[in-house]
Nanobody, 117 residues
């Protein structure tokens, strides 16, 4: 149901764009977001968008550097990541809630992001 793409290797200060492909219904009725898990650490929230509420939320650690948005033409939720830091290195997962909900219910496969110093 969710297909993540766009990870890779980038230098500190660089940019990457992740995409999460989902159905139009999911994008319109559910919260869709990104979480990440660094080696040896717990999975943590990064950003989410809920189109039906016209709302976006970000973890403090990425505010001002990451932007989450919906691409209507491609039916994706994209995460533009700028000014990347080595501490952003992680496997990034896209997730979606059930329709109208907020708890993460559906998960895509992870995509690895590595930021070299």
């Amino acid at each position: 149901q969710l297909q993540a793409s766009g990870g890779g290797l980038v230098q500190t200060g660089g940019s990457l764009r992740l995409s999460c492909a989902a159905s139009e219904r999911t994008l319109s009725t559910s919260a869709v977001g990104w979480l990440r898990q660094a080696p040896g650490k717990e999975r943590e929230f990064v950003a989410r968008i809920k189109w039906s509420e016209h709302s976006t939320y970000y973890a403090d650690s990425v505010k001002g550097r990451f932007t989450i948005s919906r691409n209507n033409a491609k039916n994706t939720v994209d995460l533009q990541m700028d000014s990347l830091k080595p501490e952003d290195t992680a496997v990034y997962y896209c997730a979606a809630s059930s329709a109208g909900g907020n708890a993460w219910k559906y998960w895509g496969q992870g995509t690895k992001v590595t930021v070299s110093s």
